[in-house]
């Protein structure tokens, strides 16, 4: 079941269309990558999901509820991380998440517990006492996730949660999105950083210019955009044979050739591919490796954006 569903969303400011007929359909439990380059229109979008703009024309449901309609209704199932957030100074974790448990109208005799939870959850529990203003950024991050997390939200809308973060702290970010997945949560995440969403996301969608270029699962949005194969070889033996097979064998392009190692484009079939294998092989070829590269989420964007903002 679709959970966070658009249908011909658009938001116009002025003259300029940020959000152009947009229609997005995100699965319950998906953890839905949301790239573009900058202005492409991510954060309205989020903006519109979470209640904060109203769209020009179209609608917007999520877990069933109008945003237009019912936007109370949808601020309690919906959790939104802004991109940028102001600090508080003289502000303790614990006092900071009060605050805003207190916002949402968590009783006080049930804040304390869930207090405890979201701080267990995102590992900050050890931080409840120290002061927000003099967080490292990654520690900013998650206090601020944990604070999205205050009303149990059932969709997470998480914009550029992971953008100046360093690799560690982005390995930790994406654990803890499994986690909340695992919860039974929905996120939609967005970026522009391609490959930090590439190992978080199942799902993703590509958006520019407020039209969405690409949607779909991960990997077949790899795969199926890609005219080319990329194929590597690695041999221990019978290099310059194999080099001939490859030079002969049509469909096969832009042989490159390191020592033992070649790659190479093929535009043919995977059967007739498996055949070059065979016959490598029955030349006593010795393969090591014969192997389809993986295309890079960077590979896709720039198939697909044209890179005018
Ligand atoms: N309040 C506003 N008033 C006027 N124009 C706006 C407003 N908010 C956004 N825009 C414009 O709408 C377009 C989309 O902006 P948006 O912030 O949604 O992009 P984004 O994809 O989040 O970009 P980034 O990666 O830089 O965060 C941009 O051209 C931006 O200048
Ligand atoms: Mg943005």
Same mark, same amino acid.
């Given at each position: 079941m679709a959970i966070i569903e658009t249908h011909d969303l658009t938001k116009e400011f002025g003259k300029l269309?940020? /959000? !152009?007929?947009l229609n997005l359909s995100i699965e319950e439990r998906d953890i839905f990558g949301f790239i573009g380059p900058n202005g492409a229109g991510k954060t309205t979008t989020l903006r519109i999901l979470s209640t904060l703009l109203r769209p020009t024309s179209g609608q917007a449901r999520v877990a069933g509820i109008d945003v237009t309609k019912k936007p109370y209704e949808i601020k309690k199932v919906v959790g939104f991380m802004p991109d940028s957030f102001g600090v508080y100074d003289g502000m303790r974790l614990r006092e900071y998440l009060d605050f805003f448990g207190a916002a949402y109208k968590i009783p006080g005799r049930k804040r304390k517990a869930i207090i405890d939870d979201v701080l267990a959850l995102t590992d900050l529990a050890s931080k409840a006492? !120290? #002061? /927000? *203003? +003099? #967080? *490292?950024r990654g520690m900013k991050q998650r206090c601020c996730l944990a604070k999205t997390l205050l009303h149990d939200p059932q969709v997470l809308l998480l914009d550029e949660? +992971?953008?100046? =973060? !360093?690799p560690r702290a982005r390995i930790e970010v994406r654990e803890l999105l499994k986690t909340l997945r695992d919860m039974g949560k929905t996120i939609l995440i967005s970026s522009h950083i391609l490959s930090e969403l590439g190992d978080m996301c199942n799902k993703i969608g590509i958006i520019e210019h407020g039209q969405l270029l690409a949607h779909g699962d991960y990997r077949e949005i790899l795969s199926g955009l890609r005219m080319e194969r990329e194929i590597r070889l690695r041999v221990l033996e019978g290099a310059d044979r194999a080099a001939e097979i490859l030079a002969e064998t049509?469909? =096969? &392009? &832009?042989?490159d050739r390191s020592g033992n190692e070649f790659h190479f484009e093929s535009t043919i079939v995977r059967e007739a591919l498996a055949d070059v294998l065979h016959r490598l092989i029955q030349s006593g070829v010795k393969v090591l490796f014969f192997e389809e590269e993986e295309g890079t989420l960077e590979d896709v964007f720039l198939h697909v954006t044209k890179g005018g903002i």
């Open positions: 269309t940020a /959000v !152009d007929h006492d !120290d #002061f /927000v *203003s +003099a #967080f *490292s949660p +992971a953008s100046g =973060l !360093d049509p469909g =096969l &392009n &832009n042989v």
